[in-house]
């Protein structure tokens, strides 16, 4: 029979090099009961072990019950209790029905049993076992503390994979970003991913008679919206081969339909997404100064010298890829006539629904047409670094709600 200040339970067997952690690395060795002892002996144990929160009773080496100190004592000096109970068997307040879990048994798996448990696993621990035998006792902080490291562990990888996602995805779009200022001095083009990945992507390309140039909004944001920009770029890339990049509506319908092809959802297909994008694409001609602009729910603005306003030229109110998309639909090419010194700006909508200002409300289209109007004079880059400011300003303690896109140039 084990003595009631006895032998603690056997040590743990030291976990195997890169294991997982289990239910038996938070078994603590602890002095343990058995029937045959009294309550009056548990009530010594108690006083020796200042420490003791909870109490083990096992039969034959297998765990039958748990005492809990706090119970214990408040029911043994309750009147007359003390002198009824103190030669009875210690069984009579052990909780019968404690948590008992085999040593093996995961973290996770671990942390569903004492959730369903209740408070008490919690409060009092659970009992640890090997093959049924008493290994010790665990603690619901212990297990708290466990399952904190392991998530924060997890943060750390997930954000590793996704800085080098932000890497990968930067790469893709370095190469437009060099092209863009080869060939237009006085431009801006700001790509503000809300996380550290983000889900809007541009393309800039030269060419002997001009330049192409793309903004996209993409389905989504984070880690979902930047996998749709490497599928919704390659397609762009591959429409750009077949087609080159002089018609910007036939693009746009040629991207659609990649998109649905890539994502399965070709006549409501059944691959169980509903994904998509809305872009801008423009073709300059730089022998007569003309630019060829189609666009799916992504407007452009225009600014001539001596205008007093900003000319919106609407895009079509059809977005690229989605499931309920026609195959065949077809987006329209404005054509449109530069006077030199005309400054043009796209830009995604999480510019233009950010939410701020004392009302809460979305920036909104005219606060971006008053801002051109305001910085026209200024060289794009800076125009472009007011607009930003202005936003900041604007959104305050606000959260980012979405990426961020913006392209504009001042035709020369």
């Known amino acids: 029979m084990i003595q009631p200040d006895g032998p603690a339970a056997p040590e743990r067997r030291p976990r195997a090099r890169f294991a997982q952690p289990g239910a038996g690395d938070l078994a603590v060795a602890c002095v343990s009961v058995s029937p045959e002892h009294t309550n009056a002996q548990v009530y010594e144990i108690f006083a020796r072990h200042r420490e003791l929160g909870c109490l083990p009773v096992l039969e034959q080496g297998r765990p039958i019950g748990l005492i809990n100190r706090t119970l214990f004592l408040s029911q043994i000096s309750k009147p007359f209790h003390k002198e009824l109970f103190e030669k009875k068997s210690c069984i009579a307040f052990m909780d019968k029905e404690p948590l008992v879990v ?49 998530q924060a562990e997890r943060n750390r990888h997930i954000m590793q994979s996704i800085d080098y996602a932000s890497v990968i995805q930067r790469s893709m779009l370095s190469g437009s970003a060099a092209a863009l ?86 006549d409501g297909g059944e691959g169980g997404s509903n994904d998509g994008l809305d872009a801008a694409l423009l073709w300059f001609d730089a022998a007569s ?98 607009l930003l400011q202005e936003l900041a300003d604007y959104q305050g303690e606000q959260r980012r709600r979405d990426d961020l896109t913006l392209f504009g140039f001042r035709c020369p």
Do not use: N
């Open 102 to 150: 085999e040593a093996a048994t995961s973290i996770e798996q671990l942390a569903l049993l004492t959730v369903e448990s209740g408070e008490k696993a919690l409060a009092d621990g659970f009992l640890v076992v090997e093959q049924g035998q008493f290994l010790g006792l665990g603690y619901g902080l212990d297990l708290m503390r466990v399952i904190a490291e392991q």
């Open 181 to 266: 200022a080869r060939r237009l001095p006085d431009a801006c083009l700001v790509w503000e991913p809300r996380d550290t990945v983000g889900g809007d992507f541009y393309q800039f390309s030269e060419d002997a008679d001009g330049w192409f140039a793309a903004v996209a909004d993409c389905t989504g944001h984070g880690v979902p919206g930047a996998f749709l920009t490497l599928i919704a770029h390659a397609a762009l890339k591959q429409a750009l081969e077949r087609l080159g990049p002089r018609d910007p509506a036939a693009l746009l319908g040629e991207l659609s339909r990649d998109i649905q092809a890539s994502l399965g959802q070709v």
């Open 289 to 386: 100064g003309r630019l060829r602009f189609a666009g799916a729910r992504t407007p452009l603005l225009l600014l001539e010298p001596g205008q007093a306003g900003v000319t919106q030229i609407d895009a079509d109110r059809l977005g690229l890829g989605y499931a309920d998309t026609p195959s065949d639909a077809r987006w329209t090419t404005h054509e449109i006539p530069l006077r030199p010194g005309t400054l043009v700006l796209t830009c995604t909508d999480g510019l233009i629904d950010q939410v701020g200002g004392p009302k809460a409300i979305a920036f909104g289209k005219r606060r971006v047409r008053e801002a051109l109007v305001r910085h026209r004079e200024r060289p794009m880059a800076e125009l472009g670094a007011a």
